[in-house]
């Protein structure tokens, strides 16, 4: 089994900073992709940041230059800096991770619970 963990949620004023935290845990032989997503109340999830296992990165455009993902592949871990946040930022945010368990043959997508994020004054 496999589980990914947010943390690092909460709430923020506005032009504020939060770091989001998901670390990957179980019989994880190696992971692929790992990305950030985030939805609200009535409304599709949405993408806002991937980033593969070699560090290339992906942003959607609401967020560049202000959001920033990175990994760490020795803890199973990404990250999502959030800086100069605005109350549209507001939603839970997911963690995603394409990982091949041990003893697979096949790759599969996993989900975090989501960590709430609240930018209000």
């Known amino acids: 089994q496999v589980q990914l963990v947010e943390s690092g949620g909460g709430l923020v004023q506005p032009g504020g900073s939060l770091r989001l935290s998901c670390a990957a845990s179980g019989s994880i032989f190696s992971i692929h992709a790992m990305g950030w997503y985030r939805q609200t109340p009535g409304k599709q999830r949405e993408l806002v940041a991937t980033?593969?296992?070699?560090?290339?990165?992906n942003y959607a455009d609401s967020v560049k230059g202000r959001f920033t993902i990175s990994r760490d592949n020795a803890k199973n871990t990404v990250y999502l800096q959030m800086n100069s946040l605005k109350p549209e930022d507001t939603a839970v945010y997911y963690c995603?991770?394409?990982?091949?368990?041990?003893?697979?043959?096949?790759?599969?997508?996993?989900w975090g619970q989501g960590t709430q994020v609240t930018v209000s004054s």
């Open positions: 995603n991770a394409h990982i091949l368990t041990a003893g697979s043959l096949t790759s599969m997508w996993y």
């Open positions: 980033i593969t296992s070699g560090g290339s990165t």
